[in-house]
């Protein structure tokens, strides 16, 4: 539990602020909170669109312990709901493919592609049968540049009510027409929120980038522009004179892009876990997948826009980006199991947080308030 001393030194303006108490990482009770509080509340981002691109395509995803389906339907229109069968809690898929109808492997029941309930086996005997909402349970779902969330509260404000003015930030990089060309998996043995505030602050280009990212992106150059009280963050990372001419300069850039835009990177995340780099070339999509306080998969995704990625050089392009992003990552390894030790040691404690580190900030705001809609903080 969060004392009131520990409360305040979270709240406090930026320059004054602590970062969050070690038991907000360590915790499985904390964990459990972000589940009912966060995970369970919020929209949480799954798949891209075009990976369901017809009648019928499916994938199966995930919120953290909550198997999920994401289906096109017939309509051209995205449905999610439960992959949980209401007969005996058997998962009904665990793939990604194309289907008519979903048919649970364990008694044979059928659903519809919107989840309703189509037929079961040896049911003839049994009265009242079949039972209202006897299909596969639906859950919210929106989309957002080519991104699709789900939200398991049926009651959470829109996704895009929320967004604002980020909508106008990212409106030039035409993320709608990106597609995903390579993609690479990582296994996270930390807790979630370690990874995500890495992410959000340029203050380590001096650290484990300082010859990888420094030179080209200055970390005292960094600023951030954001809402606290909508849940997203946007780091800017303007590009260095020396570092135009490198060679990710060389790369078609994305057209449309203002001057700005053409000179700088972002870093941006959508509270809890939507966090994706822009460049004036190529997008990444870090996905993040938690399972429990002290672990999560991490999927690192290069997205080009569709007409370069079906170019004769797109499948190059893919292949070197992704090879540029995996080391950067494997530079990041070591100041995420660092903290991850520190954080579990019995002398670590809140630490002071820079000016560079305002994302962390404004995700912490975010977080404490969420948390605190829970009893016993």
């Given at each position: ?119 079961a086996p040896h049911m003839d005997n049994v009265e009242n049968f079949p039972p209202l909402n006897c299909g596969l349970k639906a859950v919210r779902v929106e989309t ?51 990874l995500v505030e890495n992410f959000m602050e340029a203050y380590h280009h001096v650290g484990p980038h300082r010859k990888s990212i420094q030179p080209s992106h200055h ?159």
């Amino acid at each position: 539990m969060l004392t009131c001393l520990e409360i305040a030194s979270v709240t406090a303006p930026l320059s004054e602020a602590k970062t969050l108490p070690p038991e907000a990482y360590r915790s499985a009770a904390f964990f459990d909170r972000e589940l009912q509080t966060i995970f369970y509340k919020e929209w949480v981002c799954v798949a891209r669109e075009e990976q369901i691109p017809n009648a019928g395509d499916y994938r199966s995803v995930e919120v953290v312990a909550q198997p999920l389906i994401v289906v096109r339907q017939k309509d051209h229109s995205i449905h999610a709901m439960s992959s949980i069968c209401p007969h005996r809690a058997m998962q009904v898929v665990t793939d990604h493919g194309n289907a008519a109808n979903f048919s649970c492997p364990y008694h044979l029941w059928k659903f519809a592609l919107d989840g309703g309930f189509v037929s079961a086996p040896h049911m003839d005997n049994v009265e009242n049968f079949p039972p209202l909402n006897c299909g596969l349970k639906a859950v919210r779902v929106e989309t957002w540049q080519g991104f699709i969330f789900v939200n398991l509260d049926a009651n959470a404000p829109s996704l895009q009510d929320r967004l604002g003015s980020l909508n106008e930030i990212m409106s030039e990089y035409r993320m709608t027409d990106l597609v995903v060309v390579a993609s690479t998996e990582f296994d996270c043995p930390w807790n979630w929120k370690i990874l995500v505030e890495n992410f959000m602050e340029a203050y380590h280009h001096v650290g484990p980038h300082r010859k990888s990212i420094q030179p080209s992106h200055h970390a005292s150059d960094s600023y951030v522009s954001g809402s606290v009280r909508n849940g997203w963050s946007v780091l800017h990372m303007p590009t260095t004179s020396h570092g135009k001419d490198d060679d990710s300069a060389s790369l078609p850039m994305i057209e449309g892009l203002t001057e700005k835009q053409q000179s700088e990177t972002l870093a941006s995340l959508i509270m809890p876990t939507f966090a994706w780099l822009n460049t004036p070339s190529v997008t990444f999509w870090y996905e993040l997948k938690p399972s429990a306080y002290n672990t999560m998969k991490l999927i690192i995704h290069t997205l080009l826009p569709a007409q370069m990625a079906r170019s004769a050089e797109g499948s190059d392009i893919g292949t070197l980006v992704q090879s540029t992003i995996e080391k950067i990552h494997l530079e990041d390894i070591a100041v995420n199991e660092g903290p991850w030790k520190g954080l579990n040691s019995p002398l670590s404690e809140q630490g002071r947080l820079s000016q560079l580190e305002e994302a962390i900030w404004q995700m912490n705001q975010w977080w404490l308030k969420r948390i605190q809609d829970s009893d016993d903080v």
